[in-house]
């Protein structure tokens, strides 16, 4: 199997196997840390980063909105420019995979 047909060399082929993973990994990390007593995303946003792990490219991440899901509307957005899942700064009007409309 070339490269170009198994994902590899095309961030954009990612599978959807490699998206959930980053996002357990995610979703482990944020566990791990309320067992032991420790906020790590308060903490990492408190210190000025992001605490998002998941490189933008798994996620399929794009700086506007998919209809009208987007960042600001999404469970893992940290307002002003952070994620849960996403690595580094991400806008409002963003939009991803792991996008999870919140609760009202």
Not at 46 to 68: M, N, R, V
Not at 77 to 88: D, M, N, T
């Amino acid at each position: 199997m070339s490269k170009e047909q198994n994902g590899t060399e095309n961030p954009q082929n990612l599978s959807r196997r490699d998206v959930l993973k980053g996002i357990a990994i995610t979703a482990g990390v944020v566990a791990a840390g309320a067992v032991v007593g420790v906020n790590p995303i308060g903490a990492a946003h408190a210190a000025g980063k992001c605490p998002g792990i998941t490189p933008k490219a798994s996620l399929q991440y794009q700086p506007h909105p998919k209809g009208k899901e987007q960042c600001s509307a999404c469970a893992n957005f940290i307002a002003p420019h952070c994620c849960k899942v996403v690595a580094g700064s991400v806008v409002p009007e963003g939009y991803c995979m792991a996008f999870i409309l919140k609760p009202a």
